[in-house]
């Protein structure tokens, strides 16, 4: 079980590393060198979005690797196939990541049997509202997979209670307003935040968006128990190409 | 939110996070505005008051004539300030934002037509005003821009994507998700997540309330039938539903581009491409491949060229109580040139896509019966589409003589 | 013809002798209509029904604030059908040429706006329809041109004289000359021979009738000031002559142009240098030179930029009863840009000039007192000027890209 | 007295000759050598046009030839003294052809007292019906000079009867609706036309617009007393020159 893992490896980290990248992009191959690289350098955890034409919660940084990888010709089976394969060679959990009308036209049943079939652990749906959620949750569930929701700061006590009641796994915090990629400042109002999520739910608590380096990870241990990169690798691929993923995530912690 | 906005299984609320508590604030404003009735009032003097409303609805005794058919009545959107029915929902959202004591509004915008309605309505709100296009949207209505900027707009050109209106609609969002406790999303069409479809539905609905007191008046009885263009649906929507529970027959009109077999054309619900999906925040029927993913689109009018369309009409579809057709790039500019010359109204070439499938049956019809077209919008902003249309060559040295100007300024 | 239309000194009928009996026709028929409440009932049915009368008055909250001083209520007739006044005009003489039974138009236009209306009303009642049109104004209202080509109008370029409003009017009455028998001359304004001074100001007064029971419904009271731009002066007359018995100060804005200092201006009453004359068919103040030729005039506003002015405004100057001022190009494009930005009205260059001196007497006005500004027509039609003045330039890429574009097809 | 005049002139010939020229076109020097050509060709009188820039009446090549004259610097007062010194030098009737504007800011009475005693015989103004002309026949009355008034094919027999009670000298009968210088067919119809006229008044009558060559003149005669040549030779001069209209004029009659 995801949670019971993630527990586990808390024990000997102060805080665990998740991170994202986009499939496809540059082109699978690439993808799969970097999830390669990022386990050998000691990611804890890694989520893999299904490229999608209308990523409205993403950045220009990760939707322009959506929007490539889809122009290169990506498919969601190809995608599912690639997670088969992640999961199958690596030993951290895999949760694939995308926007529900990737699922919804899948068929949101036939989902979650082939990723549970695939050995990856649940999945993120950031345009996905647990109220939305019924059917997502009921097949999640059957096939013992992880719906990961959102807590937002913008979250009632109410709302994080409710968000709380759905969630399995690990709750996903996103650290501020806006879609990923941007600067995030780790300050005080953010102690606050991270302390009205601890006390909504038992779950560990990812922290994400606007993660991007030793400091940031340094804020977070503590007060959170997994730190998100997303945007930093694509930039640092795009930028110094597949090899230097490694060594920045070495650093991290 | 009591209920999350669904028609049948369409409709929903699909939005990160972040967003829930901003929808649930601007539902609770909206229902509350719904159930006073001094706010409807208050609307409606500010429509009278700042646009021309209410709109004529005027005998079209000409294309009568030239049809032989159904009497044909226009409804006159195009008479509304800033020239669409866009301001009626505009206005509508801008009251609503003052109740909320929001002081920046942003948009998407296809046509330019809702750009400029919700640049005008800041202007007279005093709020601060982003407005979101495709880089193309752009190019094919530079006037548009040009005016919304004038109003005091920023106006960003969307490169993602298509780079048309579902592209700045995705734009919109992310702006929204980042700014919402000061900024409120002036959606321009009776689509989006919940409470976007119903409330600016609510707000159109004066088309058809108006329509519907005007066509009695007039004729003494009901239309036979209701012709309206169909992108996101507002006009659709505003015209159709307080006919709703009547004996008319309510025609919606997608564009169907250069011909729905070609696969470039917005028809979601006229043409088989199109299937259930959820996007932008809300399901409904979507142009999209096996996977999932949005399609390309075509339209000659802007304002039409959606992948999505609003899930009220969606519903309305699948219960069969409306019936969508579509009308092609070409049909549109002949139905608008025929306008013209008849009866000396200048369509939107949005517009012009209603009246084309009522040219089609109104011969067919009985002079015993009325029908109402839809007339969204005007066709002043698509100069420079129809100038292309009618390849006008004084219009094309008319531009080559002021590029030179600018050349040698 | 009882009467010779005689407002003091000014106005008459000054017509080749071949012209006499058309004007007599045309004036029967006038004093027909007038002594008929039916045909005005009639009148007002339709732009009712066709334009969007009553246009609303509209109280400009925004701008009353930043001047501090009267309140400013703008009446919109921007809102017509084709975007000016000169829809209301056009209409009406529409109605009298059915009564006349010709079948074909012809009209002078100088923005264009007169020419877009004249053509709209041909294609609305039947009538073949020719427009003439200084090449200079060609030039700078080419949208205006593309309209009315599309609505079926021919439009004439005149190349003669200073090629701009006066020379189509003299092109139009050479066609008139020659047509007569099945041609009504639709002059635009309440300029030219007897009836159509005392004919135009009849139909425009429908603006004043409107303004003053709207103003005395949202106020209580008559305003103190009514402003107003005058070219030929038929916005001007329509609006002022139902005040004309009130305590209420009348304030027409001619053009300034460059300063009147410069000479490149259009004011005939407001600066001293006019002189009385007789041209165009009618005596009135006009810009000549000593020997009685017809200077050059300049105006940012196709629509101002002539030389004669309504024998009734004449007589009104004469008596003191209207103020004349004038009003720079410069100053045109600052209060326009301060209008679209503070209420999201886009007045034509024209109407702007209104708002330029309303906005000069405003601050010193008290808040107890309120003034209406006459938007005569909305700015949409500028944008190739009104890009040029404010130096836009994604403007001039859009069009060196369009020209780029037409050379390559 | 130019009516008398006239009348012995039409006992010798079947019909006059009236030509008309706008001074200053192409110039005033020229303008005077085609006076004396027209003269020397054996024109019987002959209307001067002084250039208004708004000439209403007149079609493009009179309308031409005014803007062309204006251009070139020409004033009112030079046209004034070039009437002096034609009427000085030839011994034919001239008169003025203008605007009303002209007239008007010259003022009236100064006007006629001016070409009084210049040696003109009186003035056309087509823009000036009888209606609007009681201050310009009285001066035109007190100076002994003709207002030349018009006649039209669609004046009514009240109409004619009125210009008729105005006119002095002659009256001009237009031939045709429209401006000056379009093709007119001389037919039937202006049979009925020209007896209608004639019916009117006891005034010799001229007609004028479209009255270009031998078989026009040939029609005139015996159903009007004056043919009025006007584009025709502006035509003629703009063509061939200055030279060219003597023997035209002769070839007329
Ligand atoms: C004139 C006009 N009509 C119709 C539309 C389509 O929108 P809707 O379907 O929401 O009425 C637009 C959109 O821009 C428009 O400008
Ligand atoms: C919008 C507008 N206002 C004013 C005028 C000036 O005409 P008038 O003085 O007759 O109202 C024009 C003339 O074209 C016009 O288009």
């Excluded at chain 1, 109410?158 to 600067?183: I, N, P, Q, W």
Aim: hydrophobic content about 40%; overall charge neutral.
């Amino acid at each position: 079980m995801l949670e019971h893992y993630l527990r586990e490896r808390l024990r000997e980290k102060g805080i665990l590393l998740m991170t994202h990248i986009v499939l496809g992009y540059p082109d699978f191959e690439t993808s799969m060198n970097i999830v390669a690289s990022m386990v050998a350098a000691g990611v804890d955890m890694m989520e893999l979005q299904i490229p999608f034409s209308e990523p409205i919660a993403d950045g220009p940084v990760i939707l322009h690797a959506n929007q490539r990888s889809l122009a290169a010709g990506s498919s969601v089976r190809r995608c599912l196939d690639f997670g088969r394969e992640a999961a199958a060679r690596f030993p951290i959990p895999f949760l694939f990541m995308s926007y529900y009308n990737i699922l919804y036209r899948f068929g949101v049943e036939r989902f979650a049997s082939v990723i549970k079939d695939s050995g990856l652990q649940g999945t993120i749906v950031p345009d996905l509202p647990p109220e939305e959620g019924a059917e997502y949750m009921q097949a999640m569930q059957k096939h013992g997979l992880n719906p990961i929701f959102i807590f937002s700061p913008a979250s009632s006590e109410a709302r994080l209670a409710y968000v709380a009641s759905c969630a399995r796994g690990f709750v996903y915090c996103v650290a501020r307003k806006g879609v990923t990629g941007r600067e995030t400042r780790f300050s005080d109002q953010m102690d606050a935040y991270l302390a009205r999520c601890r006390r909504a739910t038992n779950l560990p608590l990812a922290v994400g968006f606007g993660v991007k380096d030793r400091r940031d990870v340094d804020f977070l241990r503590g007060r959170a128990d997994i730190a998100v990169i997303g945007s930093q690798t694509i930039r640092l691929v795009d930028e110094h190409g597949p090899g230097a993923v490694g060594d920045f995530i070495a650093g991290l912690r | 939110m009591k209920h999350r906005g669904y028609y049948g299984e369409f409709g929903g609320c699909y939005v990160p996070e972040i967003l829930t508590s901003t929808i649930e604030q601007l539902d609770e404003a909206f229902c509350a505005a719904r159930s006073d009735p001094a706010f409807w009032a208050e609307y409606v003097r500010i429509m009278g008051e700042y646009s021309c409303r209410p709109t004529p609805l005027t005998y079209a005794e000409n294309l009568t004539r030239h049809f032989g058919g159904a009497r044909i009545y226009i409804k006159r959107e195009d008479l509304n300030h800033t020239g669409a029915h866009k301001a009626n929902n505009v206005m509508g959202q801008g009251l609503l934002v003052r109740r909320m004591g929001k002081k920046r509004v942003i948009a998407e915008t296809g046509a330019g037509q809702h750009g400029v309605a919700t640049a005008t309505m800041a202007a007279r709100c005093g709020f601060s005003c982003t407005i979101y296009m495709g880089a193309l949207d752009v190019m094919r209505q530079r006037p548009n821009v040009f005016w919304m900027e004038r109003l005091g707009a920023r106006v960003v050109a969307v490169n993602e994507g298509s780079r048309i209106l579902k592209d700045a609609i995705n734009e919109a969002l992310r702006d929204w998700v980042t700014n919402m406790d000061d900024t409120h999303y002036v959606l321009g069409t009776a689509c989006g997540p919940h409470p976007f479809p119903e409330m600016v539905a609510w707000f159109q609905s004066i088309i058809g309330r108006e329509a519907r007191e005007q066509i009695q008046r007039l004729t003494g009885s009901l239309p036979k039938r209701i012709y309206a263009c169909v992108g996101g649906g507002s006009n659709a929507c505003g015209i159709f539903l307080p006919f709703i529970d009547d004996d008319v027959e309510l025609v919606g009109v997608e564009a169907g581009g250069r011909g729905v077999a070609t696969g470039q054309h917005a028809s979601r619900l006229s043409a088989p491409g199109a299937a259930v999906g959820v996007a932008q925040g809300y399901k409904t029927f979507f142009l999209q491949d096996g996977d999932g993913q949005m399609r390309e689109t075509h339209s000659v009018a802007a304002g039409l060229d959606y992948v999505g369309v609003s899930p009220i009409l969606a519903d309305l579809h699948r219960q069969g109580r409306v019936r969508f057709e579509s009308a092609t790039d070409t049909e549109v500019v002949q139905a608008l040139e025929l306008t013209m010359r008849a009866e000396g109204l200048i369509p939107a070439l949005e517009s012009s896509h209603a009246f084309v499938q009522a040219f089609k049956e109104a011969p067919r019809m009985s002079p015993d019966e009325s029908i109402i077209i839809n007339q969204s919008g005007r066709g002043d902003k698509d100069i420079f589409t129809v100038a292309d249309a009618f390849q006008d060559p004084a219009w094309r040295d008319f531009i080559t003589d002021t590029a030179r100007r600018y050349a040698n300024a």
